[in-house]
């Protein structure tokens, strides 16, 4: 399998590493939307949010916290965005399971640009519903 960020994690690629932990490792992202731009990941391969183990999944998101206080710290940021493309469709060109930290200035030209949709007709209860039941 040919996957770039096992080979970031074996070695076997160029980073820059900025946290390492038995489970976890936190690198600058190439293509960064804003300067010091992160990347979590596990270790261990896995595809995406859906596929990673409680167990992995709960390192990656403390470790996560830990750099975003670290980035938020160093950078002086006024917030960030947290995310996780999941799937092609949702934008996810890696398909090994990352977290993108993402500092954000009051001053940045980067803007999220959502059409909002609205509810109607019970729609919003019907959604609801056939999620709940699909909660496990
Ligand atoms: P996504 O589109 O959510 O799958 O994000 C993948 C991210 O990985 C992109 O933001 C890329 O810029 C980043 N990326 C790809 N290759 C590398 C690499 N060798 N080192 C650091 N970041 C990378
Ligand atoms: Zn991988």
Redesign the pocket.
């Known amino acids: 399998m040919n996957c770039?960020?096992c080979?970031?994690v074996n070695g076997k690629?160029?980073?820059?590493i900025i946290f390492e932990d038995e489970h976890v490792l936190g690198?600058?992202?190439?293509?960064?939307?804003n300067y010091g731009?992160s990347?979590v990941i596990p270790k261990i391969h896995f595809e995406n949010f859906l596929d990673v183990p409680k167990s992995d999944l709960e390192s990656v998101v403390a470790a996560a916290q830990k750099i975003s206080e670290a980035i938020k710290l160093s950078m002086n940021t006024d917030g960030l965005n947290i995310?996780?493309?999941t799937g092609r469709a949702?934008?996810?060109?890696?398909?090994h399971f990352?977290f993108?930290i993402i500092p954000r200035f009051n001053s940045d030209d980067f803007h999220f640009k959502p059409v909002f949709k609205n509810y109607e007709n019970g729609l919003m209860k019907e959604l609801a519903d056939k999620i709940r039941k699909a909660v496990k």
């Not at 690629?13 to 820059?16: G, N």
């Open positions: 770039i960020f080979d970031i690629a160029p980073s820059e690198f600058l992202d190439i293509r960064p939307l731009h990347l995310v996780a493309n949702a934008g996810q060109t890696v398909f990352h993108h």
